[in-house]
């Protein structure tokens, strides 16, 4: 366990993914710099152009986006995906990434939870960046089913698996708790957002470390060829 947690500290790769997962986790700023949109919108409104420092929370966006791709040129060129499923891996949360940036760069020009936006024709930037949100959800949640599969599939620890179980089973709080906050009216959409966020970030982080994980030398496939008589000859002669 020991050797193989300093294997990965050793390794840049999760160290670009988990400055980067830190950074897309940035709500809690929000709760202090913008706690108005933080109680009562949407967290892109806090990249919104007019909003109290909307540059830092599209930095902290970009800047998480850049360093996960950073991870995934690292993995590919140090040959951590070797084969095409570990590839998807390093894809689903590239692309996480990118469209996470993209996202942030073109924000909210209206937001519909707190006022009367008219026809959504009129906002592409909105359109632009609900669109890239919603892909990059996907995304990231491909690359936890594929990680997933691989570490169950290659016989990874009982921590790792129990790990990997703890972040699919937020996904799934997640998802019940929106459904019932849009059936019930709970009021707590805030918190899951904030909570969604969080386990987005997680799962970034997992996705790295998972694709690093599996490069350890347990997972190698060691070829041994027996030696002829004649080479233990020359051998002993040498």
Not at 31 to 46: D, E, I, Y
Not at 89 to 115: E, I, N, R
Not at 121 to 143: E, N, Q
């Amino acid at each position: 366990m020991f050797a193989t947690l300093g294997r990965l500290l050793r390794a840049p790769s999760p160290w670009f993914g988990g400055f980067g997962a830190l950074l897309y986790c940035s709500w809690p700023l929000a709760w202090l710099l913008n706690p108005t949109v933080a109680r009562h919108s949407l967290a892109s409104q806090l990249q919104a152009p007019g909003q109290p420092y909307s540059w830092l929370f599209i930095a902290t966006d970009v800047t998480a986006g850049a360093l996960l791709l950073i991870a995934g040129f690292l993995q590919l060129r140090g040959g951590a995906a070797p084969s095409h499923l570990p590839f998807a891996v390093v894809a689903c949360y590239v692309a996480f990434g990118v469209l996470a940036m993209g996202a942030a760069v073109t924000p909210l020009t209206c937001d519909p939870s707190m006022q009367v936006c008219g026809p959504l024709l009129r906002h592409p930037l909105t359109i632009a960046h609900g669109a890239m949100s919603i892909t990059s959800v996907l995304a990231l949640l491909a690359a936890l089913i594929v990680v997933a599969a691989l570490l169950y599939r290659r016989g990874a620890s009982r921590r790792t698996l129990a790990l990997v179980n703890l972040v699919g089973f937020c996904w799934l709080i997640f998802g019940v708790g929106s459904l019932g906050d849009i059936w019930w009216h709970l009021h707590v959409s805030t918190e899951l957002q904030d909570f969604f966020i969080t386990v987005c970030s997680v799962t970034a982080l997992l996705a790295v470390t998972g694709v690093e994980y599996m490069r350890r030398p347990s997972h190698a496939v060691v070829v041994v060829t027996p030696r002829t008589p004649a080479a233990v000859y020359n051998d002993d002669k040498g």
